[in-house]
């Protein structure tokens, strides 16, 4: 079985779904002093409600947007149903680095969206001999993959051309990536994952 390894994007209400918040009653014959006073708090809480909806919108629309995994090619960092946040601007401002976990539009499908590992960057000559990944001649140290997801496929030598890079799962026995739809041109790449929020036992950075 080939798994994708792909990404579902959440809104704001899916972030915060299962969360409630009470009401304020006023109970009968309350003063008039209490009925202001439960006015201004409900105010207060109004406006708090609409700050914190702003500042939730502009970190998801400009900085990070929450996600969740479908699939589990990228075991055993990210689990199949995995809820994370990816960091939007990072590789608008920043480089790629090898090693990082990225998201990128399906070469193949645009409106598909998958998360791998960067193996080798543009520039950079591969090959892959029986699993063991080489990196301008030299064996690529990936303690990410475990010996149980390990494969034994094989890849001629390649040069990555300018701004593509070649990214796999770390399941690499079950993981569609580089091998099967190439290297991932840069303009594909729109975020970088960093951080598991849930479930709570995968809470932690992504790395």
Not at 174 to 189: A, E, M
């Amino acid at each position: 079985m080939i798994e994708e390894g792909r990404l579902v994007e959440q809104t704001p209400a899916e972030v915060a779904a299962g969360t409630e918040i009470a009401g304020t009653e006023t109970a009968p014959g309350a003063s008039p002093g209490g009925n202001s006073r439960a006015a201004n708090g409900m105010h207060s809480w109004v406006r708090d409600l609409v700050v914190s909806v702003a500042i939730s919108a502009f970190i998801i629309i400009f900085l990070y947007q929450p996600v969740r995994v479908e699939g589990t090619s990228m075991l055993p960092m990210l689990e199949d149903q995995d809820r994370l946040f990816i960091n939007k601007i990072a590789y608008r401002v920043g480089e790629i680095h090898l090693g990082d976990v990225v998201v990128f539009q399906y070469p193949r499908d645009h409106t598909k969206s998958y998360i791998k590992r960067v193996i080798a960057l543009p520039g950079d000559a591969l090959r892959i001999d029986r699993g063991r990944v080489y990196v301008n001649g030299r064996r690529l140290q990936e303690p990410y993959v475990p010996n149980r997801f390990s494969d034994d496929r094989s890849q001629p030598e390649m040069v990555l051309p300018a701004h593509e890079y070649f990214v796999m799962g770390d399941h690499r026995s079950i993981s569609s990536d580089s091998r099967d739809f190439g290297p991932v041109d840069r303009n594909l790449i729109y975020g970088k994952a960093v951080f598991v929020y849930w479930p709570m036992e995968q809470v932690g950075v992504v790395r």
